[in-house]
């Protein structure tokens, strides 16, 4: 089993609902493992998703692109071996890669092995933190079926987010990737990131000097 | 990455600690360079002291000692826990090789025994903290063969040119004056290699590999937050101003390869040897700064500096929009 999140790129429009619910769902003040002791001194503190925003092409023709990305929980995840106590580890029940804060030292080589930059540094704790997938949520049995998925999967408006089972070829995350060219990021790097993304279907219309002053001379 | 003292400290004194017991041992074992026992002796106190304070900083690189204990439990995979053994074990033979001297002056045999071991040690202990570094294909600049032969060449460098200072004056120093001269060229071409290397990895990682977004040229608008995550995420650091980084990395030419090869030709004694391990220091350890303050990691594609591109679409009057 491989837990992983697909993201349609063509839904994303980056909203940061899913950043957001994220920091929501994980911090509790001085108990929740992402810390927010300032909120309001230090906005820049630590994010397990950020939202990627891209720009590409020459104006008029230019196409934006919103990049959710947190953990890619991957299955050859170059950020566990790496660690010398065993703090960081993928579970091999679910494929979902955690780090165990009792025995981490905080010495940051983790984040220096992780291809995609999403694991942060807490100052205050000494250790290193990252998405969990929510696993307290879908681990919680006590919860209603439509609850147990990850905060930034539920709190998606467009439904650009999709949870499930990787290695079952019956899912609909498996579906998706295999249906829709789903990719990874930095594959050459050669972690096999598990979480995909629905690449941008290609722009076929192209915008002419005409259109432009057509538009700007019902603005005026 | 930011560069913090304690790596740098680690690095450059555990290699100065090893180079310098590497070459008392080759003196001990090659007689012809005829230097005094008590030189070797304080040599290796001198290694002694070098390698006890670079462990003693890495204990700073922890920041949580708590979990220290834990250390050696991915001997398997992990660099840093094969590092942290093999630094221990190196510094127990090392402090053997003082305690023979001292306590079984006679017993040459031993001390020569113990004494190449401790090298070999010290030679692997650099070897497996140079690999730590070169095994992580995410921190592009450092993922080569490049890298470990750049360490273990520093490391005998700073040992070689702290020998030469202690004998600098002295008629036995020219196999050491040599040696130290030819380590110093050695390391100048190293040194250009990973220069080199350092500006293939930047120029490779682009915006433009990391998304999948047809059409060029890519600007990234926001990361995800108003700053980058340098402090929360110490991998990437503030790209160094070009200008800058020409000039550092020809100041480290010049200490670690020009100054000491001046030195060692024109300026014999005791003078010479202190100028030229202070130009070495100072450059071996701007090398080590670059190190890792010019290291390219292939998060940068989603954080990159990327200049500012102004709109092309200028406001002329109070509604009219042209296109340029």
Known sequence: ?220 | MRPTWPLLALTLLQGLSAGMLCLAAVALLAPAMDIPRTTLFVWQGAAWVAGALGGMASFFHMHRLAAARYVLRRLGSSWLSREALSTAVYMIVASFVLLVHLFWPRDLGAWDAVSGLAAVLGLAAVYITAMLYATIPAMRSWHSPVTVLVFVCAGLLSGGAADYALVAGRSSDLALRAAVMGLAAVFGILFSFQARLFRQAAGGVLSATGTGLSGRPYRLQDSGTSRRPYRTQTQIWPELPARLRRWLYALVFGLAVAIPWAAAIWLPGWAGGILLLASVGLGVSLSRWLFFGDATHSSRVWFADQPKTPSPVRREGKRTYKMQ
């Not at chain 1, 630590?46 to 092409?57: C, D, L, P, T």
């Not at chain 1, 650009?160 to 070829?169: I, Q, S, V, Y």
């Open chain 1, 1 to 220: 089993m491989q837990l992983t999140i697909i993201t349609d790129l063509n839904k994303c429009v980056g909203c940061k609902s899913c950043q957001v619910s994220c920091k929501e769902h994980n911090t509790s003040g001085d108990f929740g493992p992402v810390p927010d002791h300032h909120p309001y001194r230090e906005v820049d503190g630590m994010w397990w998703n950020r939202v990627i925003s891209m720009e590409a092409g020459e104006y008029p023709n230019v196409g934006v692109m919103y990049l959710p990305k947190a953990c890619m929980h991957c299955y050859d995840a170059p950020c566990v071996p790496v660690c010398p106590t065993g703090a960081s580890y993928k579970r091999e029940d679910n494929g979902v890669v955690l780090v165990d804060y009792d025995t981490c030292i905080g010495c940051q080589l983790c984040m220096w092995a992780c291809p995609y930059g999403v694991r942060e540094f807490d100052e205050e704790q000494g250790v290193v933190k990252k998405c969990t997938m929510c696993i307290d949520r879908i681990e919680d049995e006590t919860l209603p079926a439509n609850d147990r998925q990850p905060a930034c999967v539920q709190s998606c408006p467009t439904h650009a987010r999709t949870f499930g089972d990787l290695d079952d070829p019956d899912s609909v995350v498996s579906h998706l990737v295999a249906e829709r060219q789903g990719f990874t990021l930095l594959p050459e790097l050669g972690a096999r990131p598990a979480v995909h993304y629905l690449p941008r279907r290609q722009v076929t219309g192209m915008v002419g000097e005409d259109e432009i002053s057509r538009v700007l001379g019902e603005d005026c």
